[in-house]
Nanobody
């Protein structure tokens, strides 16, 4: 079982930046990992994915050009650099291992506590 711990969220104004981190412990996988978010009253949605080597990344359309996903050399931490934040980015952000079959579906049904991102207008 792998444990995932998200951090780095906060309250910012529109146009500002945040950098989220996700540390994986326990069993680690040589596989894709991704970020997801859940806004109040909405379903959790895919945000970004990065493959094991870091050579492949993809994003949901609403964050393309503003968010950048990356991972460190040890492959146990991923990051999400969020620039030009908008109020509609307000959500709890989660990380998860992502199925390499589609680079979208989270592998684990259980989620960490997430990290709250609030963007004021």
């Amino acid at each position: 079982q792998v444990q995932l711990a998200e951090s780095g969220g906060g309250l910012v104004q529109a146009g500002e930046s945040l950098r989220l981190s996700c540390a994986a412990s326990g069993r680690t996988f040589s596989t894709a990992m991704g970020w997801f978010r859940q806004a109040p009253g909405k379903e959790r949605e895919f945000v970004a994915v990065i493959n094991w080597s870091g050579a492949y990344t993809d994003y949901t359309d609403s964050v393309k050009g503003r968010f950048t996903i990356s991972r460190d050399n040890s492959k146990t931490t991923i990051f999400l650099q969020m620039n030009s934040l908008k109020p509609e980015d307000t959500a709890v952000y989660y990380c998860n291992v992502v199925r390499s079959s589609d680079f979208r579906t989270p592998l684990f049904d259980s989620w960490g506590q997430g990290t709250q991102v609030t963007v004021s207008s």
